[in-house]
């Protein structure tokens, strides 16, 4: 499975972007699907992830609110719409896919394919 995220970019802080993340191989829309994010010196974190059918969602403390996370199985794609991005947001933006788990895990460990990744700067 290869995951490809786009979106990212230069925004002002209260601006919005909306990242995707497409999957394409061997694809299946069963898989959970998270986003994570990773700012300079500081470690992977957890940002929303998605269940299979798009009806169970979680999201991390400091997005809740803000940011919603979706997908779309027919066009094997999830996105985040991130809304009243703060410079804390800035970092740059993972997507990755669980194959072998229908629950929303936060750790970053459970998480089995991983896209490359897209910048995302909040300027103040």
């Known amino acids: 499975v290869q995951l490809q995220a786009s979106g990212g970019g230069l925004v002002q802080a209260g601006g919005s972007l909306r990242l995707s993340c497409t999957a394409s191989g061997r694809t299946s829309s069963s898989y959970v699907m998270g986003w994570f994010r990773q700012a300079p010196g500081k470690e992977r974190e957890f940002v929303a992830a998605?269940?299979?059918?798009?009806?169970?969602?979680e999201y991390a403390g400091s997005v809740k609110g803000r940011f919603t996370i979706s997908r779309d199985n027919a066009r094997n794609t999830v996105y985040l719409q991130m809304n009243s991005l703060k410079p804390e947001d800035t970092a740059v933006y993972y997507c990755?896919?669980?194959?072998?788990?229908?629950?929303?895990?936060?750790?970053?460990?459970?998480?089995?394919?991983w896209g490359k990744g897209t910048l995302v700067t909040v300027s103040s």
């Open positions: 990755a896919a669980d194959q072998y788990n229908y629950r929303l895990y936060t750790d970053p460990i459970k998480y089995d394919y």
């Open positions: 998605v269940s299979w059918s798009g009806g169970i969602t």
